[in-house]
């Protein structure tokens, strides 16, 4: 049996209870090189046997998954794996292979650098919507989802995967419906202890990154919420009538 498993966003009490006693029960476990904390691998039996799938192919991760089908394996991906894991290529294979699996969520790192900066990304008046999107590298991004094109919506953004490529970021950013003066940051390793946070805006994205020596291992968050203007929730306002309490009127 192979388990996906989301670890976190790097806090290693913040993998799930599930995701833990799975890593503790498992025979094999199989992780996302640096992007998994050292010390959820530390939960492993000692006779677990562990693999870092930094070093390896898709061919070669199979091939240790086929060699020990009879196995508790975990695959232990970063944040929650439905997010740029590249999981759906293993799954089809495994389904391909007669090998069962099943798929625990993690924390993603989207919420743990919005947790970092004490942020709420659906603010009553700023934005009811988040985008999360990566810009387009050495990996393309199809044209329709291009930085630009996402950018048009002015919604609550987290861009992953895209450290490297600030200043394309701040031009794409700029290009949309963010204006420079558009509240933004950067949470570097968010919930790790060497966690940073660099607070700027759409038009200092860039300099604000290299000042900071950011290249990797970063998410890039930009929009209004990240300010301090917003209205009311409606859910906890008196007036408002729920399911569960009569609106009183002031």
């Known amino acids: 049996m192979v388990h996906f498993v989301g670890a976190g966003p790097g806090a290693p009490d913040l993998i799930t209870l599930r995701g833990a006693e799975l890593v503790k029960q498992a025979d094999i476990i ?21 693999y ?6 898709l061919e070669q991760v199979l091939a240790v998954m086929e060699g020990a089908s009879n196995a508790d394996i975990v695959r232990l991906h970063t944040g929650d794996p439905c997010l740029y894991g590249a999981i759906r290529e293993q799954m089809d294979a495994l389904d391909k292979l007669g090998i069962p699996w099943d798929d625990t969520p993690g924390v993603s790192s989207f ?26 590298g050495r990996t393309p991004v199809p044209e329709r989802e291009s930085l630009e094109q996402m950018a048009q919506h002015g919604a609550s953004m987290a861009v992953f995967l895209s450290a ?20 933004a940051a950067i ?3 968010a919930t790790w202890p060497e966690e940073r946070i660099i607070r700027c805006t759409a038009g200092t994205l860039a ?6 020596g950011i290249r990797k291992t970063a ?18 306002d008196p007036a408002f009538t729920t399911e569960y309490r009569r609106g009183v009127e002031p």
Do not use: H
């Not at 870092?52 to 192919?57: G, L, V």
């Not at 942020?119 to 387009?136: D, H, K, N, W, Y």
């Not at 300099?207 to 900071?212: I, L, M, P, R, W």
């Open 187 to 189: 949470v570097y390793k």
């Open 219 to 236: 998410m890039i968050l930009v929009g209004g919420f990240l300010s301090g203007s917003y209205e009311r929730s409606k859910l906890y």
């Open 164 to 183: 490297g490529l600030l200043e394309e970021v701040q031009a794409s950013l700029l290009r949309g419906a963010y204006t420079a003066d558009t509240p």
């Open 30 to 50: 199989i992780y996302a090189g640096s992007l998994v904390n050292p010390e959820i691998l530390a939960l492993a039996r000692p006779d677990c046997r562990v």
């Open 111 to 136: 919420c743990g650098a919005a947790a970092a900066l004490g942020a709420e990304f659906t603010l009553p008046g700023v934005s009811q919507s988040v985008i999360i999107t990566r810009m387009a």
């Open 52 to 57: 870092n799938s930094a070093e390896m192919t």
């Open 207 to 212: 300099a604000a990154g290299a000042e900071a």
